[in-house]
């Protein structure tokens, strides 16, 4: 049996990337999303609190976790920020094997990492996307965002590969500095493209 061609999604904060994630979705290919699933695992009677509880004590609560208080037990150290991601990273790979498992008849599957480059690289994904806009306007999206400040925004970027060396690794850049509408073409254009390839 053929298994799916997985598409591996990512870029830098702000790059527009659940956008492109829904796109692709539009066009019929199933999208795992990493990120929703940290938050399914973290919600109120989530599977990870009581692991998180007993490594960050006062993090949680009856709303599930509570991110400000864990982001700020994490924030700027390493070795916390490390020992939280070893709780969360091996729940995440398991429910991207289940997403797997039950897509197996698709003929193409979207796996959106944010830190694909970042936790170990690409395995697993047959082609990485990255998506991709210029500075200012990566800067404005970001600082628009709710509780963002410029210093957390610069901290956050030194945490990520920068924008340049993501493009370089990347098989194909979407380009989301331009209006939605050329952003979608250029979606719809390489899933077509990806389709002809496995035909």
Known sequence: MK???????????????SAVAAMFADEGVPV????????????AGGALLPAIESAF?????????????????????????????????????????????????????LFDIPLLFEKGGPTGVDVVVVVSAPAPTQRERVLARPNMTADKFEQIL?????????????????????????????VRAFVKKLRAGLA
């Open 158 to 186: 030194a945490l990520q590969i920068n924008d340049a060396d993501k493009r370089a690794r990347a098989d194909h850049v979407i380009d989301t500095g331009k209006d939605l509408a050329a952003t979608r073409d250029d």
């Open 57 to 109: 004590p006062g993090t949680t609560g009856p709303d599930g976790v509570d991110r400000k208080a864990l982001g700020a037990a994490v924030f700027g150290d390493r070795d916390r920020l490390a020992r939280l991601e070893s709780i969360i990273h091996p729940a995440v790979a398991e429910r991207r094997q289940a997403f797997l498992q039950s897509h197996q008849d698709a003929d193409m599957l």
């Open 3 to 17: 298994k799916p061609l997985i598409i591996g999604l990512t870029g830098s904060i702000g790059m527009g990337k």
């Open 32 to 43: 795992f999303d990493a990120d929703a699933a940290v938050h399914d695992l973290q919600k």
